[in-house]
């Protein structure tokens, strides 16, 4: 949707997930959204604290949902709220839940309202739903691990922050099979040379190098393919920790959550 369409507007519908609220006031909340139509954006939602507020449970976050916005003075009202998906299942597992806000903290963190972004959305949607379908299936934490890997790759594709994982970031020279160096001032490998001149970087074994790649070129259902141990699994996971966090300038909330609940998991299957 066109900027111009957006401004006359004085009301428009929308498809949106929640990626969070705040309250204001006695009954309101300002709820932030990820739209098809005009990407991140913020809006009232006017006495949906009340009790027999209509509105209230389509407004939860991760809710996919179809909304009504009014154009208000200074921001936009939602007037009407109709969910999609609520992602139920999802919902009923604590560690999935938690997989699902780091998405959506991800995504929060990196966007601004600046328009439009149909690929992200897209992405946002399917991510949610797969993981959904996850706690339909029951399959584990593995597979919402890849689901999540596979969120982040494609999101810095789309956002201009592709890693360079072919070819030394530094020299050029093709990147070899063999154990390497990562860079996230650099934004991706470097070689046996000119790794260890530089001021900060992680090793990167083979193993977690083939595995980013795969990620990288694939599409998701070949994506999901991979079967990576545990510790090649952690390892790639907390390289792009290391790179988002560079990117963003900030370390996220959610992954210090996620690192206990699978402490207190494992310390439970243990006992």
Not at 34 to 60: C, D, I, N, Q, W
Request: with cysteine.
């Amino acid at each position: 949707m066109s900027e111009t369409i957006t401004r006359r507007a004085r009301s428009i519908r929308v498809e949106s997930v929640v990626l969070r609220h705040s309250e204001w006031g006695e009954a309101d909340r300002f709820v932030t959204l990820y739209t098809l139509e005009m990407g991140k954006l913020r809006a009232l939602a006017k006495g949906v604290r009340r009790p027999r507020s209509r509105k209230a449970g389509h407004l939860e976050p991760f809710n996919h949902a179809n909304l009504l916005l009014a154009k208000g003075r200074e921001i936009w009202l939602i007037t009407q709220a109709e969910t999609i998906n609520s992602f139920s299942s999802m919902l009923d597992d604590l560690m999935l839940t938690t997989y699902a806000a780091y998405v959506v903290e991800l995504l929060d963190r990196f966007t601004y309202e600046e328009g439009e972004n149909r690929a992200i959305y897209r992405l946002l949607v399917d991510t949610l739903g797969r993981l959904n379908q996850l706690g339909s299936d029951q399959t584990g934490e593995t597979r919402a691990d890849l689901v999540v890997r596979y969120f982040e790759m494609r999101l810095l594709d789309y956002l201009g922050f592709r890693p360079q994982l072919f070819q030394c970031a530094n020299c050029n020279t093709t990147i070899l099979a063999e154990d390497q160096f990562f860079s996230a001032e650099a934004g991706g490998v470097l070689c046996p040379i000119c790794g260890p001149k530089a001021a900060i970087v992680r090793p990167v074994s083979v193993l977690a190098l083939k595995y980013m790649r795969h990620f990288q070129r694939s599409s998701f259902n070949e994506a999901l393919r991979a079967s990576p141990a545990i510790i090649t699994s952690r390892e790639f996971e907390s390289l792009m920790q290391y790179y988002l966090t560079y990117l963003l300038e900030r370390g996220l909330n959610t992954p210090a959550f996620l690192r206990r609940l699978r402490q207190e998991r494992a310390g439970n299957e243990g006992a």
